[in-house]
């Protein structure tokens, strides 16, 4: 008896345990577990993780935005400093060679022959030259600039590839390397006219018109054939309002280029500024001849009637 007790109380147990599951069964099948505290919980703590790695996520974002701003920066000022390194190296290296090569020639009173290259080295150089005034005339401006240093690497008097280079700064209006780039042509060659029409123009384009002048004076003393240099001449001169010398300018221009209207119309206005009546009247008719139709003729007629004779 006392053996058989222990088991029919479990037994007991157990059927009073699954009578009360079947009773509660219905209103278990029906409990929300979303709603329970600790599953909400859960659920607020995983919104605000995400929350928090998408938070950082973006700043991550951001930071790496400014780092990439920045490290272009860098790169650019880098670049720069890289250009101005290459001008100072080849300034110093020429610089060197042409007192070694002054020297040698006092030394020996005589006048040195000229490098001579060879064949190969003359044809890279001219390789060189021609992919960069490509990518100038493709507007490939920095493509351009580095062919160019790379033809003066290769030939450190060349010339053509120092005026490409001028050229190319000024397109990117890098006046600062263009004018020192010009400086240096002009210290290999003083009387290279068109180097200094190139500084000319960049002293011109920064406001320096009395450089400019200085420098196109140079030019059309060494050279004196072109009629577009001395107009230019008689521009500035006549924006700092030196007439004479303006006028001086548009005459010899007008030598050169004899039935150019335009400059038929400026030599009779600065005729009639520094009152030259006779000169004003004969370069009037010449313009009358050749442009009957000019709509200045009247109001130019009537400022050169109010000159004294």
Same mark, same amino acid.
């Given at each position: ?6 088991? +029919? ?18 209103? *278990?099948?029906?409990? /929300? ?8 919980? !859960? ?5 605000? +993780?995400?929350?928090?790695?998408? !938070? ?11 780092? #990439?701003? #920045? *490290? ?76 160019? +240093?790379?033809?003066?690497?290769? /030939? ?8 490409? *280079?001028?050229?190319? @700064? ?15 042509? *002009? ?25 400019? +002048? ?20 008689? !521009? ?22 004899? /039935? ?23 370069? @009037? ?25």
């Amino acid at each position: 008896m006392y053996t058989i007790l222990p088991f +029919i109380v479990l037994i007991v147990s157990l059927a009073i345990g699954i009578f009360i599951i079947v009773r509660k069964f219905p209103q *278990l099948t029906l409990l /929300d577990v979303e709603n329970l505290p600790e599953i909400k919980e !859960k659920q607020k703590k995983h919104v605000y +993780i995400k929350k928090r790695a998408e !938070k950082k996520t973006e700043e991550i974002k951001k930071k790496h935005a400014v780092g #990439a701003k #920045a *490290l272009s920066k860098k790169f650019n000022k880098v670049q720069a400093q890289f250009r101005g390194y290459v001008g100072q190296v080849e300034h110093r290296i020429h610089r060197k060679k042409q007192e070694q090569f002054t020297q040698h020639a006092q030394q020996k009173q005589e006048i040195p022959e000229k490098v001579i290259h060879n064949k190969e080295t003359e044809e890279e150089t001219t390789q060189i030259l021609r992919n960069a005034e490509e990518a100038t005339k493709q507007q490939k401006l920095e493509r351009a600039e580095a062919k160019y +240093i790379e033809a003066i690497r290769v /030939d450190h008097k060349n010339v053509r590839a120092y005026r490409g *280079l001028i050229d190319v @700064y000024i397109e990117q209006k890098q006046f600062i390397e263009a004018k020192e780039t010009a400086l240096f042509l *002009l210290q290999l060659d003083p009387e290279d006219d068109k180097t200094h029409v190139r500084l000319a123009q960049i002293f011109e384009m920064q406001g320096e018109r009395g450089k400019a +002048i200085a420098h196109y004076q140079k030019a059309v003393l060494l050279a004196d054939n072109n009629p577009a240099w001395f107009a230019q001449l008689a !521009k500035l001169f006549t924006e700092e309002k030196e007439y004479e010398a303006a006028f001086e300018a548009i005459e010899q221009a007008l030598e050169l280029d004899t /039935d150019n209207i335009d400059l038929l119309d400026n030599s009779v206005e600065l005729g009639i500024m520094v009152a030259d009546k006779n000169k004003a009247v004969d370069y @009037y008719e010449r313009l009358r001849l050749l442009d009957p139709d000019n709509p200045r003729l009247i109001s130019l007629k009537q400022k050169i009637e109010t000159l004294p004779s």
